[in-house]
T-cell receptor
Framework: AQSVSQHNHHVILSEAASLELGCNYS??????LFWYVQYPGQHLQLLLK??????LVKGIKGFEAEFIKSKFSFNLRKPSVQWSDTAEYFC????????????FGQGTELSVKP | DAGITQSPRHKVTETGTPVTLRCHQT?????MYWYRQDPGHGLRLIHY???????DKGEVSDGYSVSRSKTEDFLLTLESATSSQTSVYFC?????????????FGSGTQLSVL
């Protein structure tokens, strides 16, 4: 079965530190890839997405992600985090033959210390 | 915010009782999803629908059934609730199943099974 793995369960950083959150998926075909963020007490929001083209995609709030097909990875990065980035981050995948079946990773909780 | 409403927002029930959660949308979107969110597991897909009377199972469908008799409503039923079904349940809607550029989440239903 298709799955999405996020390696880091909880990440703690100081402000201005760089961030990289890992995401790997287990599907050999074409996929659409997403990163979502959930701030405390709020809904999920889309950070960025990859469908095709340039494998380095930029999203909102200074986030970016790189799709590496050979590694089945879609890691999220930010050069300098802020306290307001404290949230839970979810990687998600839609395999191309699954009719819209959106599969999430287990999430990474990011805590940024001021 | 997208017109998506989940009801009830909170429910406490006893083991063995049936429970139905409702997701109502006013966006006329084709795709609707039910997820449960649990610490350490992220969002796991229970069932999804790609049209009226068209539904399919997700990763954790055991113990759950769904129905979609009209575009705007997607019902999730726990035939006989168990304590392991204590969770936060999120409904999501999308106009396009593959692209999910506009995937909207409801506010969630906190279900406690005692």
């Amino acid at each position: 079965a298709q799955s999405v793995s996020q390696h880091n369960h909880h990440v703690i950083l100081s402000e201005a530190a760089s961030l990289e959150l890992g995401c790997n998926y287990s599907y050999g075909g074409t996929v659409n890839l997403f990163w979502y963020v959930q701030y405390p007490g709020q809904h999920l929001q889309l950070l960025l997405k990859y469908f095709s083209g340039d494998p380095l995609v930029k999203g909102i709030k200074g986030f970016e992600a790189e799709f590496i097909k050979s590694k089945f990875s879609f890691n999220l990065r930010k050069p300098s985090v802020q306290w307001s980035d404290t949230a839970e981050y979810f990687c998600a995948v839609i395999p191309d033959n699954q009719g819209g079946k959106l599969i999430f990773g287990q999430g990474t909780e990011l805590s940024v210390k001021p | 915010d997208a017109g998506i409403t989940q009801s009830p927002r909170h429910k406490v029930t006893e083991t063995g009782t049936p429970v139905t959660l409702r997701c109502h949308q006013t966006e006329n979107h084709r795709y609707m999803y039910w997820y449960r969110q649990d610490p350490g597991h992220g969002l796991r897909l229970i069932h999804y629908s790609y049209g009226v009377k068209d539904t399919d199972k997700g990763e954790v469908s055991d113990g759950y059934s769904v129905s979609r008799s009209k575009t705007e409503d997607f019902l999730l039923t726990l035939e006989s609730a168990t304590s392991s079904q204590t969770s936060v349940y999120f409904c999501a809607i999308s106009e396009s199943g593959q692209n999910n550029e506009k995937l909207f989440f409801g506010s969630g239903t906190q279900l406690s099974v005692l």
